[in-house]
């Protein structure tokens, strides 16, 4: 869409010189949405009976621009092109609407008699005239619509749903049935939803205390799309159904792009989900190694200080029976099996033995070792 960069002061002239209503139909605002533009900009507009008094020569107050304002002195304003009525400043929904409205391709008019009805609405009368006449099940793959009025609203609520259905399919949209082989769906950008017409009914209380209620159709259709507290309701009131279908195609579509984001968002979520898991796997595997690591570093320190204390026992103890003189041949054959014990023990060495490879050395740490030095 084109715009316009306007100072502050081109505003304030225009807004003065010409009535809002009339240009709105220059600039692609509401009225509220010039207002909006010149509040936040501190321009002041005309007050009520300005323009009658103008109208008429009579004296009019202007009130003057505030050349203190510190804000920007640019403001951008859209250009209503040719034809186009849609204002920027209104709601999502009421712009798709409008522009729904605007395209003179789309099937907007709801007929007074069915003319090359969508396959959908033939399967569906085909059935409901043969439930007419006889007992009648239709086929599970016959693609219908879910149609509950009474008969006399029948072929209008066919006509509605005609025009429904031709309008979503020009849109680009199409219909299929769900993963439990229920529908057909309404299918906006991947995203499904169930859909029915049914005329709303009005309770009668019974009379007397343990009766049931009544219920009376009142011939006002209605057309539910969505599931549980995500469906979403139209019927008539004081704008019918007929002229509804616009409205109800542009909010399918904007529902279906915040299902389209946030299912982004969600996927997204999980892929971070899994980064942040994976990095936390990581880090625990790391922090286990790191604690095994440790656990070994200690332990093989801890094996190593004894082994050698075992080592100087068993230097001191032959020193001692030298001193003596009295290193006989079973004390020799102790001082080299102690030697075995020693190496076996020694992380550094780590000496196999045939009669504790078995058990952990692990084991041994906290138990103390008595010395055979006192039978020699």
Known sequence: MTTIELTRKEVYDLVWSTTLSKLSKEYALSTEGIKKVCNEFEIPIPGNGYWSKFKYNKKVHIEKLNSNFKGEDKITIPIREDGNCVNLDQKPLTILTKQIE??????LSVPFKLSKPDILIQNTKEIHSKRKK??????????RISIYVEEANYNRALLI?????????????SFKRDRNNSGPNIIIKEIEFP?????VQKRIPPVKQYDSST?????????KIGESFRAIEWKDGHIKLENQLAKIVAKLELEADKEVLWKEECRLHAIQRAEE????????????????????????????DKATIYRNFIV?????????????????????????????????TNREDELLNEYDRDEFHNQKQSSNYNKY
């Not at 006889?134 to 693609?143: A, F, L, S, V």
Request: avoid cysteine; proline fraction near 5%; aromatic fraction near 12%.
């Open 316 to 348: 001191a103890t032959e020193q001692k029976a030298i001193k003596e003189n009295n290193l006989t041949e079973q004390l020799k054959d102790w001082i080299k099996w102690a030697n075995e014990k020693a190496d076996w023990f020694d992380p550094f």
């Open 134 to 143: 006889e007992t009648y099940y239709p086929h599970e793959k016959t693609d």
């Open 277 to 304: 898991e994976k990095i936390e796997k990581e880090f625990k595997t790391r922090k286990e190694k790191e604690i095994i690591k440790t656990k070994k570093l200690f332990s093989d320190a801890e094996k190593f």
């Open 102 to 107: 605007n395209d003179p391709k789309a099937p």
């Open 161 to 173: 749903m005609d025009t429904l259905i031709k309008l979503l399919r020009f849109r680009g949209h």
């Open 195 to 199: 859909f029915h017409i049914r005329e």
């Open 215 to 223: 219920y009376v159709p009142t011939g006002i259709l209605l057309i």
